[in-house]
């Protein structure tokens, strides 16, 4: 069936730091994998995305690597910074009907 | 120029009334959504429109009804009101088709079923 998972589900990092959050589906017709980041009271965007002919797709701080054949993905971020802090949602669209189960969400938190 | 747009914002109701929340895209995509976010924040799709004709539909209680007018709007009507309805609902739209697409967000709707 369909499932999407997050690990970790809070994580909390030093200014400055690196941090990793890693989401793994179990759909192998997925080919689509977005990353959603929803500030506190605020509505989900898209921060990147990747598609399963590339393995690696990297904007300024932030860059997804994807191993489509362990079904995993995680989203990198560089050089934290308080403004990260937020819920991060990880998708696999089934891209049949555009149906996206979305990852339980992992919350980060950058101390100053 | 808001792409997604949702009203009300906030929606207070007692148990057992009838609601609805209306959302409009202006960004000209054919695939609409409904999602339930709950307070752990899990972001659960309820119901999918493409070009107003009803294309996802989760196990969502019938007292739950979308309605696409034209492929811009996308209202929910609910029946009944429940204590667990108590949720932010968004709206979503989307460019359809495969491979996947980003999805535009509404602002949310916060329900509080009193």
Redesign the interface.
């Known amino acids: 069936g369909e499932n999407v998972e997050q690990h970790p589900s809070t994580l909390s990092v030093q200014e400055g730091d690196s941090a990793v959050i890693k989401c793994t589906y179990s759909d192998s017709a997925?080919?689509?994998f977005?990353w959603?980041k929803?500030e506190l009271g605020?509505?989900?965007?898209?921060i990147i995305?990747i598609?399963s002919n590339v393995g690696e797709k990297k904007d300024q701080r932030i860059a997804v690597t994807l191993n489509k054949t362990a079904k995993h993905f995680s989203l990198h971020i560089t050089e934290t910074q308080p403004e990260d802090s937020a819920?991060y949602?990880c998708a696999a669209?089934k891209?049949?009907?555009?149906?996206?189960?979305?990852g339980?969400?992992t919350?980060l938190s950058v101390i100053p | 120029d808001t792409a997604v747009s949702q009203t009300p914002k906030y929606l207070v109701t007692q148990m057992g009334n009838d609601k609805s929340i209306k959302c409009e895209q202006n960004l000209g995509h054919d695939t609409m959504y409904w999602y339930k976010q709950d307070s752990k924040k899990f972001l659960k799709i309820m119901f999918s429109y493409n070009n107003k004709e009803l294309i996802i539909n989760e196990t969502v209680p019938n007292r739950f009804s979308p309605k696409s007018p034209d492929k811009a709007h996308l209202n929910l009507h609910i029946n009944s009101l429940e204590l667990g309805d108590s949720a932010v609902y968004f709206c979503a739209s989307s460019q359809g088709g495969t491979g996947g697409r980003e999805q535009f967000f509404g602002p949310g709707t916060r329900l509080t079923v009193l």
């Open positions: 997925s080919n689509y977005p959603y929803q605020k509505r989900p965007q898209l995305d598609r819920v949602f669209p891209t049949s009907y555009d149906k996206v189960i979305f339980p969400g919350s």
